[in-house]
């Protein structure tokens, strides 16, 4: 079965950066494509970036966009995001999605999901 796992995520100050992984298995990942999304405590899941089939397809949110960036290894299966300038905002679980169509800013197009990883900024 398709699993996808994050890993990469921790504490930091403001400002720090952090790379998060998401190791994909039980499908061709060559085929899909990745969003990454991010839930805070008590707001809703909100749209961080994608990328397409083709590394340079990639589109960010504008609270991320010029600190975050994401990136795909088809070779080892996985997806990446790179986070720069960290702010305590980026709080959050973060959590890669995978789906066969063209990439998308709606949560209810992907068909699977990681189980997040947390990401704790202090100010």
């Known amino acids: 079965q398709v699993e996808l796992v994050e890993s990469g995520g921790g504490l930091v100050q403001a400002g720090d950066s952090l790379r998060l992984s998401c190791a994909a298995s039980?499908?061709?990942?060559?085929?899909?494509?990745f969003g990454w999304f991010r839930q805070a405590p008590g707001k809703e899941r909100e749209f961080v970036g994608f990328?397409?089939?083709?590394?340079?397809?990639?589109y960010y949110a504008s609270s991320v966009k010029g600190r975050f960036t994401i990136s795909r290894d088809n070779a080892k299966n996985t997806l990446y995001l790179q986070m720069n300038s960290l702010k305590p905002e980026d709080t959050a679980v973060y959590y890669c999605?995978?789906?066969?169509?063209?990439?998308?800013?709606?949560?209810?197009?992907?068909?699977?999901w990681g189980q997040g990883t947390q990401v704790t900024v202090s100010s």
């Open positions: 999605a995978a789906q066969l169509r063209a990439p998308s800013i709606s949560a209810n197009v992907y068909d699977y």
């Open positions: 039980g499908l061709t990942f060559s085929t899909y494509t």
């Open positions: 990328i397409g089939w083709s590394r340079t397809n990639t």
